[in-house]
Nanobody, 124 residues
Framework: QVQLVESGGGLVQPGGSLRLSCAASGFTLAYYAIGWFRQAPGKEREGVSCISSSDGSTYYADSVKGRFTISRDNAKNTVYLQMNSPKPEDTAVYYC?????????????????WGQGTQVTVSS
């Protein structure tokens, strides 16, 4: 079956670290742009980080730049989001999604296949 499964979410303290994983099955992630998106209560869904399928170029939201890192491991058909020094405002449900056609601005509207989401809570 075709699916994306996020894992690695949970409770983390500010200043700690967390790594989210998005494992694909039933298709090959290498041919897709991949994005990490998040949605917090009362806030719009936003693009956190995206990585292209072609040259590996990346996008980061200004709010996470320098703290989060997106990467892909094509051999494992998995994409990761390394979250360093998370802040309480990073608390949200995080979603992994893919797109065959996507711009460089990491807009969630351009992504068409989504995982189930994983909760990340940053709290001391």
């Amino acid at each position: 079956q075709v699916q994306l499964v996020e894992s690695g979410g949970g409770l983390v303290q500010p200043g700690g670290s967390l790594r989210l994983s998005c494992a694909a099955s039933g298709f090959t992630l290498a041919y897709y742009a991949i994005g990490w998106f998040r949605q917090a209560p009362g806030k719009e869904r936003e693009g956190v980080s995206c990585i292209s399928s072609s040259d590996g170029s990346t996008y980061y939201a200004d709010s996470v730049k320098g703290r989060f890192t997106i990467s892909r491991d094509n051999a494992k058909n998995t994409v990761y989001l390394q979250m360093n020094s998370p802040k309480p405002e990073d608390t949200a449900v995080y979603y992994c999604a893919t797109a065959r056609l996507a711009g460089r601005r990491c807009r969630w509207e351009e992504y068409d296949y989504w995982g189930q989401g994983t909760q990340v809570t940053v709290s001391s």
